[in-house]
Structure formats: structure tokens, C-alpha cells
């Protein structure tokens, strides 16, 4: 490293056509002037470090896969669940209790379930299904 | 004159009215200076400022508004003179993003790519207010 000695108001030129100049010392901090051509880049070090530093950290080869980009419009809600639908029962009757049939049975819901996917009636096999494997 | 560049899943042809210059290259990159920018629709809104020549090599970039609404670089007097702006109107934004471990994404607001719609001339600059930016701002991504 050339170490050249300033004063105030002093200049260093390089390369016959960049010129830094002194243009005031205060307590430990120097104020510097840069006259440059516009092509050549002039930044602080560390600023200059840390964005080279990022940019290395970023370069990728190939094709990573990619998260989704998640913001700001909210997350889709998710499908509602499927509606429930009880059979109607009758009450139990608690003055006459009922001995007939399975009181868990009476009571337990029949869920219907519709999907988004084609649904098969009980008995037939998802012709679809065995299309793809095929 | 007209490359073919592979990206790894598809040969594309680049037009060199496609081309961005960037006469300084990005930082520590400076030999490179030729670059395209690519969007797959799946992957928006992100993009990939790809190096052309250099199969495969390409940096993930953003559109530093949807994350950061109120982010206003401020772009020195040289930095506008050698990109030929005179119009904000004439300038695309974009920020390089760097995907880290556990689904942390984050872009860097410190040192924006400023491209030159009409020219495709563009420079990694580093802003006046540089110090008020982040250079890893998180990004928001779906778990």
C-alpha cells in the first residue's frame, strides 16, 4: 500500500485521472472528495464489502426450487369442512326406555362427504383410477 | 447475434434486445456483464437475472416494492448520469434475493439493480441512503 502524507485541501491523483482530495480533518474523521470519470465506481469499503459479500452468498447454480412468495395478500383460506348431516332421530324417551336396536347406532352421525375429486358409488370401482395406473 | 443458453430444463435463444448491460457487473462480479432477465409465471414474483454465457449462473432477483412499499433509494447524481435516467419513469428496480437455510428468504435493499428501461443499461448501485437499508430484509414466504 502507497501511504502518502496530506494536509487539508492537499490531493493524491491516480491513474492521471482520479483526484482525492482532503477537504477537511475534524477530531478522527476526514472528510474526502472524489473526482472520478463516471465508470469508475467509488464506494465506502465496508458498505462496498458487505454488498459484494451478499452478492456471493445469492449466486446460484442451476435452478433451485423456489418458495412461494407469501405476502402481502393473506394465505387462501382453507376449504371449509364438509357439511354433517345427521339423521334425525328420535328423542330417547326417558319415561319409556327403549330396549329395541343400538342406542349408539340411532345416535351416531352419517357424515356425507363430498371431495374435490369425483366421488364412486358404493359398489363400482373408479374406472378413472385404473385408467392412470394402466 | 443470437446464443442459446441452457438453463438446465430448456434451451432459450436470447435476442440481444434482451440483453441487459451492466458495463461495472454487479459487485464482485464484475466480469460479468451481460445478463437476461427470466420469469417463470410459477415463480413469481421472483425472477432470475441470468448470466449469459455462463450456463446456469444466475442471480434470484425481486421487485423491492411488493416487499417494501415505502423503499425509495436514493440514486446519487453520477449513478443517474451514466445510466442516462433523467425520468424515475425510465428506471426498473430489482434487488437480489438470497435464499438461506430453513425457508429464510431475504433481498438486499442496500445495493438495488437500476436498469434503464429503454437502454437495458443498468448498475448495482449503492444508494446515498444506503445506510438507512437493510442488507438482509426478510422476505415473507409460504411455510
Known sequence: MLILSRKTSESIIIDGRILVKIVRIEGGMVKVGIDAPSDVPVHRQEVFDEIQRNNVEALTRGRPALPKFGAPRPKPEAPPPPPVVQPVAPAPDPLNASTEGDKADATRPRKTRTTNHRTTAPGQTDKRKTQSET | ?143
Open chain 2, 1 to 143: 447475434m443470437k446464443c442459446a443458453e441452457s438453463t438446465g430444463t430448456q434451451t432459450l435463444t436470447i435476442k440481444p434486445e434482451n440483453i441487459i448491460r451492466i458495463p461495472q457487473g454487479l459487485l464482485g462480479f464484475e466480469q460479468y456483464k451481460e445478463y437476461v432477465l427470466l420469469a417463470n409465471p410459477e415463480e413469481a414474483p421472483f425472477q432470475w437475472l441470468q448470466v449469459v454465457g455462463e450456463s446456469g449462473l444466475a442471480f434470484l432477483v425481486i421487485n423491492p416494492f411488493l416487499v417494501a412499499p415505502d423503499y425509495q433509494p436514493e440514486v446519487g447524481p453520477e449513478d443517474l448520469r451514466s445510466l442516462g435516467l433523467t425520468n424515475p419513469q425510465d428506471a426498473m428496480v430489482f434487488n437480489v434475493v438470497t435464499i438461506r437455510g430453513a425457508g429464510q428468504v431475504t433481498v438486499n435493499l442496500k445495493g438495488p439493480i437500476i436498469v434503464n428501461r429503454h437502454t437495458l443499461v443498468a448498475k448495482q448501485v449503492v444508494p446515498v441512503n444506503a445506510l438507512h437499508y437493510s442488507l438482509q430484509f426478510p422476505i415473507p414466504v409460504a411455510g
